[in-house]
């Protein structure tokens, strides 16, 4: 149990472009999930908390109109990197906290999205 | 602010040797504690948990102690195999923070034949 999957794994755009990547809890409700930007050989660096039904809360530093996250179901939160540039290519990762019983308060992370600027 | 110190890498070790990767943290209250491991491609898998000072959480061969008086979470494995190669990650929920979790900046593990 307690699997989160994200889509697309990995996605190559032209500067300037739109891209969506989608964090699909799928087999538990997860009213909070948050939003990780990971570079080489470093750690996780949180964006943002993204809670179903409400806007999202950005870290200190993180464009919110770049950077745009919508978390419409229990299930389901996406993050558009609006007009991308080469410096925002990086590892994307969400996680889902836990709500039910046997998954309770413990993030679940997906396999992450390689995004690729040109 | 919250943040977490784990021992550089890359650790490498030959197979069954014992196993030590080193995390601290400083905290205020009494924050829950993790290990969270990174196979190559892969996204982040929870390995291990502790919610209070004393416990040990465990999985797969791999322990870990919550140690208040040192604020440490060192992880440890008696045997390790090629498969556990892979970037470990130590982190920290502090209570009141929302459930936002705080990494270490992960350490490398090499296990060879």
């Known amino acids: 149990g307690a699997v989160v999957s994200q889509h697309p794994s990995w996605v190559i755009c032209k500067s300037g472009t739109s891209v969506k990547i989608e964090c699909r809890s799928l087999?538990?409700?997860?009213?909070?999930m948050f939003w990780y930007r990971q570079f080489p050989k470093q750690s996780l660096m949180l964006m943002a908390t993204s809670n179903e039904g409400s806007k999202a809360t950005y870290e200190q530093g993180v464009e919110k109109d770049k950077f745009l996250i919508n978390h419409a179901s229990l299930t389901l939160s996406t993050l558009t990197v609006t007009s991308a540039h080469p410096e925002d290519s990086s590892f994307y990762i969400c996680?889902?906290?836990?709500?039910?019983?046997?998954?309770?308060?413990?993030?679940?992370f997906g396999p992450g999205t390689r995004l690729t600027v040109l | 602010g919250n943040s977490v110190t784990q021992m550089e890498g890359p650790v490498t070790l030959s197979e069954e040797a014992f196993l030590t990767i080193n995390c601290t943290y400083t905290?205020?209250?009494?924050?829950?504690l993790f290990w969270y491991v990174q196979y190559p491609g892969e996204g982040l898998q929870l390995l291990l948990k502790a919610t209070k000072a004393d416990d040990k959480g465990s999985n797969k061969g791999f322990e870990a102690t919550y140690r208040k008086e040192t604020t440490s979470f060192h992880l440890e494995k008696g045997s390790v195999q090629v498969s556990d190669s892979a970037v470990y990650f130590c982190a920290l929920r502090s209570t009141g923070g929302g459930n936002k979790l705080t990494f270490g900046t992960g350490t490398q593990l090499k296990v060879e034949l």
């Open positions: 905290a205020t209250g009494y924050p829950s």
């Open positions: 087999d538990f409700q997860a009213t909070t």
């Open positions: 996680s889902a906290l836990g709500t039910s019983a046997d998954v309770t308060d413990t993030q679940y």
